[in-house]
Every structure is written in C-alpha cells, then in structure tokens.
C-alpha cells in the first residue's frame, strides 16, 4: 500500500486539495492517505476544512502576526521534517503556487518522497508578477516528479521546460470538482453575512462581485481600482456592488477612503468559502484579481474582469470567458458597463465552455497513480 501526505496551507489550496482527499480517502485499500496543513493562513483555512468535512493528521499551525516570506520558508521546511520522517510518504501531494507548496515540495524531495505537483505547468514568465507566486511554482516544477497539469496550455510550459510527457498528465483543475460539489452544499445556505447581503438587494438586482487582494496591485493599482468601482457605482446607481475587502491594510486604506460612503456599494469582511460560492453564484459580473476565481466563475457563467496585466491562466483569456482590464481605470470602467449594457455580449459570454475541466480532475489524478 502506498503512503500519500497532502501538504497545504491557505484557503485556495485547501480548498482545491478538498476534492482529492475525498477522492484518496475512497480508496483506502490501495492508499494511506494523510493531510499537513501548515496553516499559512490560519482561519480562512479551518472554514474550508469543516466545510469539506476534512480532518487533518497534522497541524503546524505556523500563521504569527508579521509573518514573512523568509521566516515561512524556513520554519516550513524545518517543521516538516519530523513529520516526513516520521510517516515516511511514498507520494507527497502539493498545490499551486504558495510558500508551503514551495517550502513542501523542497523537503519533500530532501526526504526521498516522489513530489506530486497539482495545478502544474502555469506559467507568467515573469518572476516578479505575480510575486512569489510565479517563482514559488518554478522551483516546484523543478522538485517535482509527477506534474498534474489543468489544460494543455500547462502542459506544453512544462514540455518546454523538458519536463518528460511520460510524468505529465492533463486533468483539469480540481477547482471544478471543488465547485460542484460546493454548490450542492450551498444551495440552501444561510448564515449572518449572507443574509446581511440579502437585505441591501432587491431580488433579481444586478450584482457586481469584486475581490482584490494581489501584492502587485498595492498602491497605485489599488487607487485606480477603487476610482474605476466608485465609477462604476455612480454610472450605475441601480446596480450594486459587494466587495468582501482584504484584511490587508493596504487594501483596506484606499477601499475604505474611496467606496464606503457609496450606497450602492457594500463593503464586507471576507466571506468563508460556502458564503463566496454562494455570492459568486448570486451575481452577474466579477472583478477580481484572483486566479481561482478566473477558473470557478465560468463554471457558473459568470463573465469576470481580471484585474492583472498578465495572467498564468492565458485559456480563460483565449476561450473569451475572462478579460484582462489591469488597473487601467478606463478599461475597467468600459468593458464592466457594456457587460451591463450590451445584453447579447454578456449572453455570449457567460455560454462560453469552461476551458478548466469537467470536475473529474480527481479521478484522473488517482487513475493516474494506479497505473
């Protein structure tokens, strides 16, 4: 029987890991399946695994105020060296782009365990944007032994890296599995925040969602966003627009100093995850800056603004089902108010085919490793 660790630490990488322990768990003879989490973001990551219904084997518990990139690394690697030892995996699964998925994979690879990347092969080219994200994933790619690429865009980053084809496998984003099985769970969902938002709509109100949160975006980016929202929101006085803002202060500070005094703009603490996917589903349009909402939001047909000037997710931008705005006020501005607007482009935008998978990432992966 072959031992498996999942290691994670955040909410977007719990919440895309979710699925395949559920699915490992389900194969119980062929696998000994056990999940890290490293609690990078400590409660946005327990609202996942309660809802998920998932019990972890190991906490490390490392989120500290004034938390740094250099402190995570090295106490990441540190810590997972007795548990590593100790269990002494055949297979250690890691996610996406984060400090743990980096930090993971590195030790991992000290203790002789095969590293298993899910959500490989993306790609910006640019090391500093998004930042670390972009060269957390690099250093991955390089670690790891088995690449489980969302599309056959990933796929051809890693052939050029000369990453053989014999270790890819392209299985869709596990998000898809994450998000349907999600919205079963949130249909009927009803919690204080939610119905805090259900007070400041009308029914069947348009709704613009918007998140951002993004280091790149700090500053001056963040000024523009929040001039181009308040925009929005006069030109669109009927229409409202809830943004669960950040807990950084460098959101807050401008989020707060432009849009708070704005009635039709709601202004909230970030939501768990049921409560967004339930938001998501509420809503016409999304502006965001997140990569996990590019992927999700198609699913639910919802056409989405993505406020970066690259993206590792060129398919969504390819298949028409996102558009790159920036911090480009005007842009943001233009295309969110002919999505209002023009009735038939926002139509076609929200039939456009998900290029992110069919939610059967999972499966594939666990064929996969049977093999």
């Not at 590293?115 to 910006?124: I, K, S, Y």
């Amino acid at each position: 029987m072959k031992k498996i660790l999942l290691v994670f630490g955040t909410r977007p990488e719990a919440i895309k890991m979710a699925p395949l322990v559920k699915e490992l768990q389900k194969h119980c003879n062929d696998f000994e399946t056990k999940v890290c989490v490293t609690a990078q973001h400590r409660e946005m990551l327990d609202q996942v695994l309660h809802f998920f219904e998932i019990n972890s084997d190991y906490d490390l518990d490392l989120m500290k105020p004034g938390q740094n990139l250099y402190s995570l690394t090295a106490t990441i690697i540190d810590s997972l060296k007795p548990i590593l030892e100790e269990f002494a995996p055949d297979y250690v699964f890691v996610h996406g782009d984060t400090t743990t998925t980096m930090a993971a994979s590195i030790a991992s690879f000290y203790a002789g365990a095969k590293v298993c990347h899910v959500e490989a092969g993306l790609r910006t080219y640019n090391k500093l944007s998004p930042f670390p994200e972009e060269i957390n994933r690099q250093i991955t790619g390089r670690v790891c032994d088995l690449h489980f690429a969302p599309t056959e865009a990933s796929k051809k980053n890693l052939l050029a890296e000369n990453i053989s084809e014999n270790n890819i496998l392209v299985t869709g984003n596990t998000v898809i599995d994450a998000l349907f099985e999600s919205i079963k769970r949130v249909k009927n969902l009803s919690t204080e925040n939610i119905e805090n938002i259900k007070k400041f709509l009308l029914p069947d109100q348009e709704v613009i969602l918007v998140t951002g949160h993004r280091r790149e975006n700090h500053g001056e980016g963040f000024e523009r966003i929040c001039q181009a929202l308040k925009e929005i929101a006069k030109s669109k006085p009927k229409v409202k627009i809830i943004y669960p803002v950040h807990l950084n202060p460098m959101v807050q500070e401008p989020v707060n100093r432009y849009l708070k005094d704005l009635k039709n703009i709601l202004l909230i603490s970030p939501l768990s995850y049921p409560e967004f996917i339930w938001l998501m589903n509420r809503s016409k349009i999304i502006i965001t800056d997140s990569g996990g909402v590019q992927e999700e939001a198609p699913s639910l047909g919802k056409p989405v603004l993505v406020m970066r000037e690259n993206t590792e997710r060129p398919e969504a931008v390819d298949a028409g089902t996102v558009i790159l705005v920036g911090t480009n006020k005007e842009k943001i501005v233009k295309e969110a108010l002919d999505l209002l607007d023009n009735k038939e482009r926002f139509q076609l935008m929200s039939e456009l085919h998900n290029p992110y998978g069919d939610g059967k990432a999972c499966s594939r992966i666990i064929g996969f490793l049977k093999t």
